[in-house]
T-cell receptor, first 112, second 114 residues
Framework: EAAVTQSPRNKVTVTGGNVTLSCRQTNSHNYMYWYRQDTGHGLRLIHYSYGAGNLQIGDVPDGYKATRTTQEDFFLLLELASPSQTSLYFC???????????FGPGTRLTVL | QQKVQQSPESLTVSEGAMASLNCTFSDGTSDNFRWYRQHSGKGLEMLVSIFSDGEKEEGRFTAHLNRASLHVSLHIREPQPSDSAVYLCAVSMLPNSAGNKLTFGIGTRVLVRP
């Protein structure tokens, strides 16, 4: 079974702070995704990637950067965090289009 | 832009009774429909994925798809208290770039009473 891990699981920062969320998958999946989940909005796609060095923009990319350093690792960067980015962040991976996406356990980020 | 709406917002059922959840989508060219379960504080667990009109059963979970009506439903047979969770509908379309982008509904909160 695919394993997707995220770190940290919880993070508190202040407005203007610099935050990096990490995601690692161990099943050699090509595609990786970052989502945020907010009450009343469901999960929304921030960025995704189909391989090391590749980055694609999702539906809500403003204020976020992402980097895919290896096939296993995908990072989400908030360089000037704002309270509107307080959310539950999920990483996911999949082997390709139409394949099941495997989700990590989530990172709860609070921006004060 | 794809819109996915779920109903009801919340649902309480007795253990052993059938639970039925609904999901409507706006784009008729959508080609894959999934139901996920999310227990409180946990990640998402995919329950069933359906591509064609009709039904798809995975254990106690059955999805029904009717593209013409822009509707997909989930039925939970003999629900148990451990099925209490938020159920998310997700819809994908043929991508114009790599990756299978999913659009999610906001979920239906299900409570199963013993």
């Amino acid at each position: 079974e695919a394993a997707v891990t995220q770190s940290p699981r919880n993070k508190v920062t202040v407005t203007g702070g610099n935050v990096t969320l990490s995601c690692r998958q161990t099943n050699s999946h090509n595609y990786m995704y970052w989502y945020r989940q907010d009450t009343g909005h469901g999960l929304r796609l921030i960025h995704y990637s189909y391989g090391a060095g590749n980055l694609q923009i999702g539906d809500v990319p403003d204020g976020y950067k992402a980097t895919r350093t290896t096939q296993e690792d995908f990072f989400l960067l908030l360089e000037l965090a704002s309270p509107s980015q307080t959310s539950l962040y999920f990483c996911a991976s999949s082997d390709g289009w139409g394949y099941e996406q495997y989700f990590g356990p989530g990172t709860r980020l609070t921006v004060l | 832009q794809q819109k996915v709406q779920q109903s009801p917002e919340s649902l309480t059922v007795s253990e052993g009774a059938m639970a039925s959840l609904n999901c409507t989508f706006s784009d008729g060219t959508s080609d894959n429909f999934r139901w996920y379960r999310q227990h409180s504080g946990k990640g998402l667990e995919m329950l069933v994925s359906i591509f064609s009109d009709g039904e798809k059963e995975e254990g106690r979970f059955t999805a029904h798809l009717n593209r013409a009506s822009l509707h997909v439903s989930l039925h939970i047979r003999e629900p148990q208290p451990s099925d209490s969770a938020v159920y998310l509908c997700a819809v994908s379309m043929l991508p114009n770039s790599a990756g299978n982008k999913l659009t999610f509904g906001i979920g239906t909160r299900v409570l199963v009473r013993p």
